[in-house]
Each structure stands twice: as C-alpha cells, then as structure tokens.
C-alpha cells in the first residue's frame, strides 16, 4: 500500500523495525490487550483521490442555496481583501505551533503583538490577549475575570440586550462554575440603568455585562453605567463590535474594565460561523487576571528587539486547577487575518466600511418602512442592523426572500424581524430585495 | 530565516492607505450618529500601502518556522503534515459566504458534512455520536466534562463533584475541572507513568463524577489495565473521560469506546492533519456513549435539542472551516490508509528511541506508541541541560521537541515525529542529536550560548515578565497621529 502522506517503502519499514528490535508493525502493540485491539473493518469510505474529495465538496457546495447576505445577528458579511487571505495562507503562519520556541516564531509573536496592540486601540483598554476562540466565549471568559478578580463574590449581571448566543454560552458557563447570573432588563431598546441600580443594590455583584450594539442593531447609551457599577464594587464589561468601534465610544471611554467580542467584524468571512477571533481587553489593573495567551516585548542576547509570550504564571500549564481559565491556545491565525485586515484599513478604511454599512442600512431601513409593511419598533440610533414590526406573516416573508436568494428578515424572539447592510451590499440588490416583499400579498 | 525588526505601525505614514471601497450610493453616513455615542478620535491604527503591508507580514513569516519549513518532534502535538487540497477545498468561496444563521433548508451540504464528519470520527474511535461544535482541545475537555456533570445532575446524584486526574496529566485537565466547578484529585502515576490502581481504589467512591485519562499516556505506553480501570471507576457510578490528545497512534488499531470510556475530544488539528494556525484555530469534536447522547451541547445541526442538553457553548456551530480539513483529510486516508497511520508514527517514533537512546536518558526502556520521553543527556558531566539542546538544534534546522514536560522527570525531552516523515528526516535528526551530544562534552559553551543562527537568541523572559509591554506606544507615531486627528488622546 502506498499513500501520498506516508513517506515508507516497504525496504524502509524493514529498516526500521529492525532497529526498533520488533520483527512486524503488530509488535509495536503487543501491550495492547488483544480484546481491544480492533479487528473489524472501519465504517469509512474507500480511501480517495485528490480528485474524488474535489469531487465530493464541489457537490456539497452545490447543494447548498446561494444567498445574498441581509442578517446579522453575531456574524456579518463584511469583505476581506484579498492582500489579507494571501498572507493567511503562507504555509510559514500555517503550519506552525503556538510560538513555544521564540527564536524561530518571531514572526508569529510579532503579529500577535500587533494584534494586542490593534485591539487596545480600537476598545481603548490597556491590554489586550492574543485572542479567544469567538465572541460568546470571550463574553464567557469576561465574566470568569470578573469572578476571580473579586474573590468572594459570585454574582453577574448580564443585559437582556446582548445577542442571544452571547447570553446562552455566558449562561452556561456561569451554572457549572457555581455563578449566579441575573439579567438586567431593557427600556426602549437600551439596557436599563434603573433595573441595573436596583440589580446592583441586592448586593455581592462582580461584574455587569453590556452590549456596546446589542441584539437590535441598537447603539447603546451606557451613560451613567460605568458609575454605578464602580461604586458598587464591581467591573463593567462592553461586548463589542470591534469594527464599529472605528466610529463609536470605545469601551474605555465608556469607563469599562474589560472589553470583549468577536473579531469576526473585521473581515472574517462568515464560514457557517467559524472560525472567528475573540478579543479580551481589560484596564492595566486586570492585567495578571486576563486569561489566554499573552505576548510582550523584550531583548535577546544579543540587544535586539524580540517577542515572547509571558506572564505564563498565569496559565492554565502552571497553575492547573488554580487557573481561572483553561484557555491553553488561541485563534492565533484568525488573530493574523485580522491584524492583516486593520493594517490595510487603517483608521479611514475602517471609518468608510461604517459608512457604507450605516448609509445602505439607513437606506433599506427607508425603503422597507415606504412599503407600509413594516413599523419601527424603537426610535433610536443604529449603525448597520435594525429590527422592525411587521405586518406581514414572518416565514412566508423570509420564505420569499430565500426563493428569490436573499437572506434577510431574521425573526427574533420578541417577534420582530431583523435586516443587516454591509458594504458589500449594493443598491442593485437592497433595491431588488425591496421589490420582492413588495410583491408579498 | 533572517532577521527583520519592524512592526507594521512603524511602516505608517500619515494620508497612506492600503485599502480599495467604492464610492458610496448613500445619502447618509456615521457623521448623522449622536456625537454622545461617538468615539473622541480616530483610532491610531496604521496608515500603510498594499505593497508595504504585503512585504512587512512576508518578511514576518520568514521568521517563522512551521510543518512545511522542516522536522518539528514537538512530543504531544502532533505534527504532521497539513495537506494542501484541505485549504483549498475550506477556502472555496460557496463555503465561506455561508451564514451560520440560515435555513437547514439552504445549507444541505453543511448538514451532510456535520453528519459525515460526525459518523467518520464515530467510526474511528467507536463513540457513538459527536458533537463538532468545540473550538479546542481544552474547550472539548470543558465541553466533555459539562456533559459529565449534567449527566449525573440529570440522574438527581448531586453529590459528584470530584473528577480523577493523573499526576502526570497535562494542567489542561485539572483546569478544565475548575472550570467547570469540578474538585480535581490527583490520582498517582508509577514509575512508568501509567496509572497506579492501587491508589486509584482508595479515591473512588460516590464524590466521584469521573476520570480523565489518556491512552497512551504522556511517556507513549499504553494502559494495559484500561479494562480495570474502566470496570472500577463505572463501579462507583463514575464516568471514563478519554483525552484525545495521544490518539494518533491508535488510528488503525484501538478505540477508546471498546476500552470502557464514555466521553472523549479529538484534537482534529493534530490526529487529522488541519494546520496548527501558530496556535489555533483548531477543533476539539466530543464524542460520547449512547446513553450520553442527550446531554450533547447546543447548538446542533441535527434539529434537535433535548431537555438534557448541556448547555450552549459556542456562538454557533464551531470552526466549520477547520471540519473541512479533517474531513478531506479523512477521506484520503479512507478505511485502507487509516489502518497504517498509527502503526507508521508509533515505528518512526520507536526507531529515534531506538537510535538514540545510548546518548539520552531512557527512563522507561519499552517499546513505545507515538511518542515517547528521554530525561536529558546521558552525559551530564559538562552541565549541558535539556533547554541547551533544545535551543542547539534550532541552528542545525529542526524545531525543537516537547520540553520539560512531563513533569515526572527534571530534564524531559519529548519526542512524537508523527506518520508523515521520511526514513531520511529520521536519520538527519538523529545525527544532530548525537552530534549535539558529542558537542556537549566537547565544546559545552557553544551549545549552553546556543542559538547561533536564529534571528534572535533566548529573548529575556524574566525581564518581558518583569515590565510587561504588551502594546506599541512609540512617542513619534502618536504625534503624527495626534496632528492628525486634532485631540490628544493617546
């Protein structure tokens, strides 16, 4: 038998068994008691040619419906230029290992840095982690920080406005770590301050978790939060969007303590929803307590500058079960992909993608409301998704969209519909959704 | 490899940019947004051309190494070559414009690959149903033990709050077990680091939610007393956790579900073949028994969602991207090659043991699985150490193995090559470690100074411990961006 991956010949294998001391390839698991070794034959397909996988996922990829993206909800279509999945694929960031060996992945180690760096300036914190696994899990993670920052308390707060996703994972983390979570109610569209205070007052609370652009697409006035929530002792954390986050009030000027989401934003494609990119940022204070992995500046030997991941004391691999996280990786080329992506943003770039986002938003948020089928549900600011009322039937609406290829009207649990514009979409194709549900009986 | 010190922010120059939008059809822009909800200042992110962006990121990769650059005996992780169809399959474009949110309807060739995927890995390791959602190994082992723990919640036996882990054990496992309010208690190794049954009957009782073990173990040998094991720990009510982190060497020739354990991960990035990423992404699916199939987390592409559920774990559906891979992957070995892939790591793996082992340590002289573990130089006399030898080989070109772990001996060095090198790279390797011995008794303060050719030598670790600098903040910069946007922020 002979395989493209498997370099043995058979005069090889003679070699080297010879050398192991064993006489066949079955004696190297002679430990193995013979009740466990595994005699059948594997449920598996005849092995393939190059030819015949192509073959396989090409028709994969044809059965699935071809769909002009108009939903967000946790992950949208923004473009990646092309600069950015060239770079991805070099083999060189690919097929290495987390940079354990600083002197030969410096180039990793650099960009993670860029990275950290990146991510501190788009959320306005201090300090940054080379990334989480996605946005609902670094949510997950703010809230263990903010358990093991305060020591006794084992109380959080989340907002009933933040994706649903996010609620469900930072839920299912806090039951099986003993935390006890209350969710804060909302006031037209906004977290609300008062149910928060009142929240707050029961006591032991340490951390509060808000959206910066929660499940309605809504811009989020946290004024007032980071107040009360200091003065009760606790940490505040934003959940963003970090792409938003070229335009909007940063989590620190929100006077968060710890920024997190997902990086998807910046230019990951959707990918049935992986792999994305979280992000941790937090004040300096919370530096010793932000999970993950962490790369910092030094010199080698010789005077230059170099990258190593540090402040390793606080992992998962030294501390064991005294770790407040078992994070032992990160989404380290989605990291790359990026950072890759910022740097040929730039801070213009960046601001353009939100324009074009919010002016086609505001544009199809228009046109649906002309056709006297659809009713605002809250008056206040979004940037690129809304939600509305609607009159008509929700599956026959998002059924005739899907017919025509459009993937829009995600119906929400309140019972709303949702609709999301990025740059990619064009007037041609808002104007092309518009006219279906015109023609909607 | 050669040396190259710019971070892209020093590359940036006011007015510079690297991207290409169309010019807007909106009559609207951000500037309508309350100024109340926007940022003071422009974020100093930097100002760079294509060209010079494209060149910056190349000439950081060329201070990297990875699979394709050379031998990397990196002992548990599992290197093996990253075959190239699996990028360009997972990157075709009808993949990656696929919302998570839509319809099963639109998507059937997603579901059929969960499912396909899903029943492969069944096959393999005699699990009877997956859930691919897990990001990682460790987010598989948090997944695997929520399921552990809901599993015995659900049966009203509230009281197992304590999870078996082996001395030895990767400190992945016990925090994982924090993580997920579990008591971890050290169950002792022998000498050989298989598990010692003895101590293990003095744990068990009705604390015990369960084990978590691999097979092999971190020295690469097998529990031979797996069936024991299995037969005691369900005797108290307690589960088997498998971590599927030493799998690779059972491909073709054991399951961990005809050896009695009830859950277990897949490090789908290493055992089949998707790229490391420098650290992610990979994927971490959970298998499970029958009787635990209900407690499988959300969300799921089956359509289904029992009340026994676990609970969500990620935003959606894990790294759809990275099950591609494994299942290209998996498909070229198809139910012939598989038979081999263990059997050719565990034989690369014995012939370096084999070849080396008069000038390194053996502690435990047994034929071996994947990967097994030296304790140093057998000549100590020059006071050359593990980390020294670790470093020399940087400059002969290879990266270095596993070190200092596992924890049962001072000076570890773990070796595992993986199924996909040659008999040649063997040989190669093999030479510098012996040449690297020999150079430790004869000129020990090279190899003690060593590396030479690298693009840096032993960063100061203590020091970027010390004085964190995790950012770039460089005065110049700032200023030119202060001028710009008129507010002095940063």
């Known amino acids: ?441 | 490899m050669k040396y190259y010190d710019k971070l892209i922010f020093e590359l940036s120059r006011k007015g510079r940019q690297g991207y290409s939008l169309p010019d807007t059809d909106w009559a609207e822009s951000t500037v309508s947004i309350p100024d109340g909800l926007k940022r003071a200042s422009m974020p100093a992110l930097p100002e760079v051309s294509e060209p010079d962006t494209v060149r910056h990121y190349t000439n950081l990769s060329d201070m990297n190494f990875g699979v394709d650059t050379g031998f990397y005996p990196l002992g548990s992780c599992t290197m093996k070559y990253n075959p190239k169809i699996n990028e360009e399959i997972a990157g075709m474009a009808g993949f990656q414009d696929i919302h998570p949110l839509q319809p099963r309807s639109t998507v059937p060739g997603v579901i059929k690959l969960y499912r396909d995927l899903s029943s492969a890995l069944s096959a393999i390791t005699g699990m009877a149903a997956f859930t691919l959602n897990p990001f990682a190994g460790a987010h598989g082992e948090l997944t695997g033990l929520m399921i552990m723990r809901r599993y015995h919640i659900c049966r009203g036996d509230l009281g197992r709050t304590r999870v078996i882990v082996p001395d030895s054990a990767h400190g992945t496992n016990p925090a994982s077990a924090a993580v997920c309010g579990l008591e971890t208690v050290q169950v002792k190794s022998l000498p050989d680091g298989t598990i010692d049954v003895g101590h293990l009957k003095t744990l068990l009782d009705d604390t015990v939610a369960g084990i978590m073990m691999t097979n092999p173990n971190t020295l690469g040998l097998f529990e031979t007393r797996i069936e024991e094991i299995a037969g005691l720990v369900h005797g108290c009510g307690g589960l088997l956790y498998y971590d599927g982190a030493n799998m690779n060497p059972l491909l073709g020739v054991a399951r961990p579900g005809d050896m009695g354990f009830d859950i277990m991960h897949l490090n789908l990035h290493k055992t089949f073949s998707t790229p490391h990423g420098g650290g992610g992404p990979g994927a971490g699916p959970v298998g499970v028994a029958e009787r635990l199939k209900p407690y499988l987390p959300l969300p799921r592409t089956d359509g289904e969602e029992p009340e026994e559920n676990a609970g969500r774990i990620s935003g959606f559906a894990g790294n759809f991207g990275v099950l591609m891979k494994a299942y290209a992957y998996i498909l070229m070995l198809g139910r012939q090659n598989i038979r081999m892939a263990g059997p050719l790591a565990a034989l690369n793996a014995n012939y370096i043991k084999e070849s080396l082992k008069d000038c390194y340590r053996l502690p435990v002289d047994r034929v071996c699985k994947h990967e097994f573990v030296f304790d140093g130089l057998e000549d100590r006399s020059t006071g050359v150490t593990t980390l020294d030898v670790a470093k020399r080989l940087l400059d002969y070109g290879f990266h270095a193995p596993t070190v200092y772990f596992p924890l049962l001996f001072h000076q570890s060095i773990m070796i595992e090559p993986t199924e996909t090198e040659s008999l040649e790279t063997l040989d190669a390797f093999i030479g510098v470690m012996r040449k690297i011995a020999r150079e430790a008794v004869e000129d020990p303060d090279m190899v003690k100074s060593a590396p030479h050719n690298t693009p840096v030598r032993r960063p100061d670790e203590t020091e970027a411990a010390r004085h964190p600098v995790l950012k770039f903040t460089d005065n110049r910069f700032n200023e030119d961006n202060y001028n710009r946007c008129g507010t002095g922020r940063l």
């Not at chain 1, 707060?157 to 839920?171: E, Y």
């Not at chain 1, 228009?366 to 809304?386: M, P, Q, W, Y």
């Open chain 1, 1 to 441: 038998m002979s395989f493209a991956y498997f370099p043995h010949t058979p005069d090889d294998i003679a070699v080297m068994l010879e050398r192991a001391g064993v006489s066949s390839l079955e004696e190297l698991y002679s430990d193995i008691p013979d009740s466990l070794r595994f005699k059948g034959e594997y449920d598996l397909p005849d092995a393939m040619s190059e030819m015949e996988v192509r073959r396989y996922f090409e028709a994969l990829d044809r059965s699935n419906t071809k769909l002009t993206v108009f939903c967000g909800a946790g992950a949208y279509d923004h473009y990646t230029p092309s600069a950015v999945k060239y770079i991805v694929s070099r083999s060189e960031f690919l097929t290495a290992y987390t940079p354990y060996q600083a002197e030969i992945s410096q180039g990793t180690l650099r960009y993670i840095f860029e990275f950290q760096s990146m991510i501190c300036e788009l959320t306005g914190m201090d300090c940054a982690n080379a990334s989480m696994y996605d946005g609902p899990t670094s949510a997950a993670e703010a809230m263990l920080m903010s358990v093991a920052s305060s020591k006794k308390r084992r109380r959080i707060l989340v907002s009933s406005t933040l994706l649903p996703q996010v609620l469900d994972v930072v839920k299912t983390y806090a039951s099986y770590h003993g935390i006890r979570l209350d969710v804060v109610g909302q006031a037209g569209g906004n977290t609300s301050l008062s149910s928060l205070d009142a929240l707050l007052a029961e006591g032991d609370v340490a951390g509060v978790l808000v959206p910066g652009i929660n499940r309605y697409g809504i811009i989020e006035d946290l004024t007032g939060f980071a107040d009360a929530v200091h003065s009760s002792g606790a940490l505040l954390a934003v959940y963003s969007d970090p792409s938003s986050l070229a335009v909007l009030k940063t989590p620190g000027e929100w006077g968060a303590d710890i920024a997190c989401g997902d990086g998807q934003t910046l230019g990951i494609p959707l990918c049935f929803g992986g792999p994305y990119a979280g992000f941790l940022a937090c004040r300096q204070n919370l530096m010793r307590k932000l999970p993950g992995r962490i790369v910092g500046a030094t010199t080698d030997m010789d005077g230059r500058r170099s990258f190593v991941l540090t402040l390793q004391a606080r992992e998962q691999h030294i501390r064991r079960e005294k770790a407040t996280s078992n994070i032992c990786s990160n989404q380290s080329l989605m990291a790359l992909f990026v950072t890759v992506y910022l740097s040929l943003m730039g801070p213009d770039g960046l601001k353009k993608v939100n324009d074009l986002s919010y002016g086609g938003a505001h544009y199809l948020h228009d046109r649906l409301l002309a056709t006297g089928k659809f009713s605002d549900v809250f008056d206040r600011s979004f940037l690129k998704e809304f939600v509305l009322g609607t009159t008509l039937d929700t599956d026959v609406l998002q059924q005739s969209l899907l017919d025509a290829g459009f993937f829009g009207a995600l119906r929400t649990e309140e019972g709303y519909v949702s609709f999301c514009v990025t740059e990619r979409r064009t007037k041609a194709e808002i104007d092309a959704m518009v006219d279906v549900i015109d023609k909607i009986g």
